[in-house]
Antibody, heavy 116, light 106 residues
Framework: EVQLVESGGGLVQPGRSMKLSCAAS????????MAWVCQAPKKGLEWVAT????????YYRDSVKGRFTISRDNAKSTLYLQMDSLRSEDTATYYC?????????WGQGTLVTVSS | DIVLTQSPALAVSLGQRATISCRAS??????MHWYQQKSGQQPKLLIY???NLASGVPARFSGSGSGTDFTFTIDPVEADDIATYYC?????????FGSGTKLEIK
């Protein structure tokens, strides 16, 4: 069974950093592109970033370019999202998702709240 | 960015057909996918490539369309289908989602 389990969310002050993790199991992690998708409270879904199966290519939405970094450790079957210079508008539930260009499996999400 | 437009809500009687539309601001060919999100849960892929049923998804769900106009259908609607349904395009970067259609039971 495919499982994606996010962790690392919480309350953070504007301008600070936070790193999210997503532990994958039930499939061969290094065979799949992976992504982060976020959802602000009571709002719709927004793609954040994608990383290729081997980590050689990364893609970001414009609003997070230069602030967020997606990475992966295939030996640990873990996906990461390093979020720097956080803003109030980054407040959202962040989902880890498998696949590109559609997202076949999703984690349960981790809530990031950016507030002073 | 490609904008995907969905109606905010749709009310349907149990056992009837529900049809949800998604209109793209420019052609996405067949690069359209559909997700179901129940309250408090993560999204679930239902349809990929406009009309392909994802693994394990009941045949009551279907998708059609190409270019700019797409349709997602549930027939017949069951009580468990209460959720918000999102379309997503992958034709152009950035990947974008519609704002979602909330399915309600009459």
């Amino acid at each position: 069974e495919v499982q994606l389990v996010e962790s690392g969310g919480g309350l953070v002050q504007p301008g600070r950093s936070m790193k999210l993790s997503c532990a994958a199991s039930g499939f061969t992690f290094n065979n799949y592109d992976m992504a982060w998708v976020c959802q602000a409270p009571k709002k719709g879904l927004e793609w954040v970033a994608t990383i290729s199966y081997d980590g050689s290519s990364t893609y970001y939405r414009d609003s997070v370019k230069g602030r967020f970094t997606i990475s992966r450790d295939n030996a640990k079957s873990t996906l990461y999202l390093q979020m720097d210079s956080l803003r109030s508008e980054d407040t959202a539930t962040y989902y880890c998702a498998r696949g590109f260009p559609w997202f076949a499996y999703w984690g349960q999400g981790t809530l990031v709240t950016v507030s002073s | 960015d490609i904008v995907l437009t969905q109606s905010p809500a749709l009310a349907v009687s149990l056992g009837q057909r529900a049809t949800i539309s998604c209109r793209a601001s420019e052609s996405v060919r067949s690069s359209m996918h559909w997700y179901q999100q129940k309250s408090g849960q993560q999204p679930k892929l239902l349809i990929y490539g406009a009309s392909n049923l994802a693994s394990g998804v009941p045949a009551r769900f279907s998708g059609s369309g190409s270019g700019t106009d797409f349709t997602f259908t549930i027939d017949p609607v069951e009580a468990d289908d209460i959720a918000t349904y999102y379309c997503q395009q992958s034709r152009n970067d950035p990947l974008t989602f519609g704002s979602g259609t909330k399915l309600e039971i009459k």
